[in-house]
T-cell receptor, first 108, second 116 residues
Framework: GIQVEQSPPDLILQEGANSTLRCNFS?????LQWFHQNPWGQLINLFY?????KQNGRLSATTVATERYSLLYISSSQTTDSGVYFC??????????WGAGTKLIIKP | GAGVSQTPSNKVTEKGKYVELRCDPI?????LYWYRQSLGQGPEFLIY????????DSGLPNDRFFAVRPEGSVSTLKIQRTERGDSAVYLC??????????????FGPGTRLTVL
């Protein structure tokens, strides 16, 4: 089955810093999503991005499907950005296959 | 409502008891999914529905787990003879349709199940 790897596993930054989170996947995909799981456990949809580039405020994402990776950029980090960021892809059985997540801590 | 809702938000039960967890998907979404998340891990697939039928229940860990969606909207996840190892956050998601290329899934807030 498809394997999804995320890096780095942990990231600690000062408020105002920029960061790049990476997601590699082992096979071609038609669907890739980035989620933010906040400290209360809620999974928040960030991007649905099987290919190309999208931006939403301070966040942007790029997926290069032919090279099997996606990047999530966070600029001017805020403490509310803290949490776990997950990348997930849909396999041919319609199941979301999840990476292990990147735990981000933004210090004030 | 605007998003996926789940009730209860927290459930504490004793080992051996029966529990039901409810999920109300986004209105009009035909596909509904159940996942389970343990602390420090990503969600684990349990089952998904297309309409009223369970299209894939391969993620259910054993026959103590069962889910229904009788009218193609609300779904109930049922766990019999609960065990301490069932303690986790149970997440529900829905998507507008099942097609692989158009399957953005939206998640509810989850039900935190604790089995004592």
């Amino acid at each position: 089955g498809i394997q999804v790897e995320q890096s780095p596993p942990d990231l600690i930054l000062q408020e105002g810093a920029n960061s790049t989170l990476r997601c590699n996947f082992s096979d071609s995909v038609n669907n890739l999503q980035w989620f933010h799981q906040n400290p209360w456990g809620q999974l928040i949809n960030l991007f649905y991005i099987p290919s190309g580039t999208k931006q939403n405020g301070r966040l942007s994402a790029t997926t290069v499907a032919t090279e099997r990776y996606s990047l999530l950029y966070i600029s001017s980090s805020q403490t509310t950005d803290s949490g776990v960021y997950f990348c997930a892809v849909i396999d041919s059985n319609y199941q979301l296959i999840w990476g292990a997540g990147t735990k981000l801590i933004i210090k004030p | 409502g605007a998003g996926v809702s789940q009730t209860p938000s927290n459930k504490v039960t004793e080992k051996g008891k029966y529990v039901e967890l409810r999920c109300d998907p986004i209105s009009g979404h035909t596909a509904l999914y159940w996942y389970r998340q343990s602390l420090g891990q990503g969600p684990e697939f349990l089952i998904y529905f297309q309409g009223t039928g369970a299209a894939d229940d391969s993620g259910l860990p054993n026959d103590r787990f069962f889910a229904v969606r009788p009218e193609g909207s609300v779904s109930t996840l049922k766990i019999q003879r609960t065990e301490r190892g069932d303690s986790a956050v149970y997440l529900c998601a829905s998507s507008a349709r099942l097609a692989v290329a158009y399957n953005e899934q939206f998640f509810g807030p989850g039900t935190r199940l604790t089995v004592l």
